[in-house]
């Protein structure tokens, strides 16, 4: 895919996200997202490296709109979970080529649970904004 710009995510920029970051070493690549400026819309394509953090699996750091927003995500690669949480709390078993339709007052986040790369289409609002620092409450932990 074309892109305008590329979001790297590591684990310095993670550590606050993951329950138990201690005792890993080095500056792992969590993520990438590569994004395309359409108009008023921007196209993402976020890929997940398989992995975990102390039996956390590796995620995006996750977030909510600032601006009320719906945005959609559709699997392309992959095996995963997105979690919603809002008023209530929702880990859905992501199929792929399927819409997901993120409603515009969620926070949400993608989990890589497979041992290959997760690749995730986004299409979103432009105008939207980013709150990264929205609080989840949920985990999504490796069986042992």
Known sequence: MKYDRKVVRKL????DRYKDSSGIRGNLIIYNVYIRNLDNFELGLTVINPGNI?????M???HRHKKKSEEIYILRKGKGKLLLEGKKSQIVDMKN??????????GHRLINTGNK????????NRNAGHDYNFKFRRRVLKKR
């Open 12 to 15: 310095k920029d993670m550590k």
């Open 97 to 106: 080529g399927e819409i997901y339709i993120i409603p515009g007052n969620s």
């Open 117 to 124: 790369k997760m690749e995730v289409l986004t299409v979103y």
């Open 60 to 62: 995006t750091k996750g």
């Open 54 to 58: 102390n039996g956390e699996y590796f």
